[in-house]
């Protein structure tokens, strides 16, 4: 299977087929925020601190386990985007 080409806030990023929009975005030097991948917190795709908008439909997706879908538009450095994962942190402290 081909590569799946997307746009990831305005570029042109390919990812493998099952690749991650956070596995792709490293890839080309983009760090979206995760507690998911340090290596001492299992996946969960709860925590929504890694979050990422879908242009198009405007739903956010967490991007540790989303995959890209062939010319989809992801933003993830957007004010829109930031106040989504600073809500989802502040929710997951107000736990602990």
């Known amino acids: 299977m081909s590569e799946i080409k997307f ?6 990023v ?11 975005a490293k890839k080309v030097g983009v ?3 995760a507690l998911c991948t340090n290596g001492k917190v299992s996946r969960t795709t709860s925590c929504f601190v890694c ?8 739903r956010f997706l967490p991007s540790c386990s989303a995959c ?5 538009e992801i933003e993830c450095d ?6 989504m994962r600073r809500t989802a942190l502040g929710l997951l402290l107000s736990e602990h």
């Open 7 to 12: 746009i990831l806030d305005g570029k042109t």
């Open 14 to 24: 390919s990812a493998a087929p099952g690749e991650t929009i956070m596995q792709a």
């Open 31 to 33: 760090e979206i925020p």
């Open 51 to 58: 979050v990422v908008k879908d242009k198009k439909t405007g």
């Open 68 to 72: 890209p879908a062939e010319g989809q």
């Open 78 to 83: 957007t004010e829109e985007v930031t106040e």
